[in-house]
């Protein structure tokens, strides 16, 4: 069994992921616009090609945030499309393309997908996937547990920090009989991938945190934050049985590099 996770596309934003549709041309004398029509389209043919490297796939997991939202703190000057219906679609338009057998989501964060509505509902409705706050998927055998948030840190080491800490969490909730007991952990928001491991009682439990679909250059992240993040998505191959196979995809792009 394939399952490939995506998280974070933030559809609308000007450097979500975003479907050749909407993309943007380069304007002269306009450099940032410029810099992100050439994101959004360096990064559309890599996901394009990577998904299809990927298939077949049996089921996606969208682990939140697949609209970036009204962008009311930036007073929408850094998104493509205003309007979150339409971001729906451009959040249809590139999940669709991975042709997968089953789809299961959950939400993201209310200042993104809706403080109100969930807006991501529409996307899920469209491909018929589960969709909650926190969902268990059973496969092949093995508890996968999804939440997109994650608590987020500056410091280098602090994110193995927070994914330990939601690895005991679900073993305090499952020891008083509350929450399936997971194997494997998934969370998202930070939009960088990380990994650890942990024993107890004789069981192997994976804690992950996902790459995003979205790039550099958000005005949040470039004048207040200094921590590292990628872009990319994860990939878990499951056989019946002990074997799984988990694997970031991380992407690599030629207008990622600072001058």
């Keep these: 069994m394939r399952i490939v996770v995506l998280s974070d596309l933030h559809c609308g934003h000007l450097v979500g992921l975003t479907h050749p549709d909407y993309q943007r041309q380069t304007v002269k004398g306009r450099r940032r616009l410029s810099k992100a029509a050439e994101f959004q389209s360096q990064l559309w043919d890599w996901y394009a090609k990577t998904i299809k490297s990927l298939r077949p796939i049996d089921r996606v997991i969208v682990n939140g945030d697949a609209i970036d939202g009204a962008g009311t703190r930036s007073g929408g000057t850094e998104l493509i499309e205003v309007d979150r219906n339409?971001?729906?679609?451009?959040?249809?338009?590139?999940?669709?393309?991975?042709?997968?057998?089953?789809?299961?989501?959950?939400?993201?964060?209310?200042?993104?997908?809706?403080?109100?509505?969930?807006?991501?509902?529409?996307?899920?409705?469209?491909?018929?996937?589960?969709?909650?706050?926190?969902?268990?998927?059973h496969a092949n055998g093995w508890v996968i547990d999804c939440?997109?948030?994650?608590?987020?840190?500056?410091?280098?080491?602090?994110?193995?920090?927070?994914?330990?800490?939601?690895?005991?969490?679900?073993?305090?909730?499952?020891?008083?009989?509350?929450?399936?007991?997971?194997?494997?952990?998934?969370?998202?928001?930070?939009?960088?991938?990380?990994?650890?491991?942990?024993?107890?009682?004789?069981?192997?439990?994976?804690?992950?945190?996902?790459?995003?679909?979205?790039?550099?250059?958000?005005?949040?992240?470039?004048?207040?934050c200094s921590a590292t993040i990628n872009v990319g998505l994860l990939v878990l191959d499951i056989e019946k049985g002990p074997n799984i196979t988990i694997t970031p995809i991380l992407a690599s792009l030629p207008c990622m590099r600072a001058a």
């Design 147 to 224: 939440k997109h948030h994650l608590g987020a840190t500056q410091v280098p080491y602090g994110i193995y920090t927070n994914l330990a800490k939601e690895v005991l969490y679900n073993q305090l909730w499952a020891d008083k009989g509350e929450q399936p007991r997971a194997d494997i952990l998934i969370r998202s928001h930070v939009h960088k991938f990380a990994q650890c491991a942990s024993e107890t009682g004789g069981q192997i439990v994976r804690a992950f945190s996902t790459p995003a679909l979205q790039g550099y250059g958000s005005k949040y992240g470039a004048r207040r």
């Design 86 to 137: 339409e971001q729906v679609n451009m959040a249809i338009k590139a999940i669709e393309i991975t042709d997968a057998k089953r789809y299961s989501m959950t939400y993201g964060t209310a200042y993104h997908t809706g403080d109100k509505e969930d807006y991501e509902d529409q996307v899920a409705k469209h491909f018929h996937a589960t969709i909650g706050s926190h969902e268990w998927i």
